[in-house]
T-cell receptor, first 112, second 112 residues
C-alpha cells in the first residue's frame, strides 16, 4: 500500500521559536495532503491541507510546503506555543481514491 | 451538531470474546472510516465506506467486520478478540475526499 513517513519521531522547541515538522511520501499519484494535530487522549484534528497543484499554503500561524520533486511535505508553525505540544501527522489521498493514508507522527514538545 | 460519536470509550475484553464498537455521525457525510492506532504509531486504516450499503477493506482488515446500513452509523465488529487487537480505535467521516476528516474521540480497547 501507500506509504507516508516522517523524518523525525520527536521534536522539542523553545516557546516562541518556529517549528518545522517534515514528512516524506512515496506515492507520486497522491494529489491531496493534510496535516493533523493529535493532543493526548483525543482524536486527530485537521490543521491545514494542500493540493498537489500548489507548493505552499498558509493558515493561521501555520504554513505547509509541498515539494513534489522530492516527495516531501513540511509543516511550519510560527511562534510555537505550549498549546502546540501534540503529535502531528501528515496524510495523503488521491482524489480518485477513497482512502487516506497516515504517517507515523512527530511528537512536538514546546519548552516554556 | 455532535460530530462523530464513538462508544464505548474504554473496554476490556477477554481473548475470544466479541464486541461491537459503535460510530455515528450527524453531519450527513458519505465517507466513513475506521482506523486503529497502536502506541507511538500512526493510524492504520481498517475498513471504510463510501456510502450506505458499501464497505471496503483498508490496510489491516483481518479480524474485523463492518456494516453500513445507514448514512449515520458505521459499527466495527470484532468477532474473536485477540491481544494483537489491543489498540485505540478511531472512527472518522468526511463529506468529500479532498476535505477535512472529522474524528471521534477514540475507543480504547484492551484484550487480555
Amino acid at each position: 500500500g501507500e506509504s507516508v513517513g516522517l523524518h523525525l519521531p520527536t521534536l522539542s522547541v523553545q516557546e516562541g521559536d518556529n517549528s518545522i515538522i517534515n514528512c516524506a511520501y512515496s506515492n507520486s499519484a497522491s494529489d491531496y495532503f493534510i496535516w493533523y494535530k493529535q493532543e493526548s487522549g483525543k482524536g486527530p484534528q485537521f490543521i491545514i491541507d494542500i493540493r498537489s497543484n500548489m507548493d505552499k499554503r498558509q493558515g493561521q500561524r501555520v504554513t505547509v510546503l509541498l515539494n513534489k520533486t522530492v516527495k516531501h511535505l513540511s509543516l511550519q508553525i510560527a511562534a510555537t506555543q505550549p498549546g502546540d505540544s501534540a503529535v502531528y501527522f501528515c496524510a495523503e489521498n488521491k482524489s480518485t481514491g477513497n482512502q487516506f493514508y497516515f504517517g507515523t507522527g512527530t511528537s512536538l514538545t514546546v519548552i516554556p | 451538531n455532535a460530530g462523530v460519536t464513538q462508544t464505548p470509550k474504554f473496554r476490556i475484553l477477554k481473548i475470544g470474546q466479541s464486541m461491537t464498537l459503535q460510530c455515528t455521525q450527524d453531519m450527513n457525510h458519505n465517507y466513513m472510516y475506521w482506523y486503529r492506532q497502536d502506541p507511538g504509531m500512526g493510524l492504520k486504516l481498517i475498513y471504510y465506506s463510501v456510502g450506505a450499503g458499501i464497505t471496503d477493506k483498508g490496510e489491516v482488515p483481518n479480524g474485523y467486520n463492518v456494516s453500513r446500513s445507514t448514512t449515520e452509523d458505521f459499527p466495527l465488529r470484532l468477532e474473536l478478540a485477540a491481544p494483537s487487537q489491543t489498540s485505540v480505535y478511531f472512527c472518522a467521516s468526511t463529506r468529500r475526499l479532498t476535505g477535512e476528516l472529522f474524528f471521534g474521540e477514540g475507543s480504547r480497547l484492551t484484550v487480555l
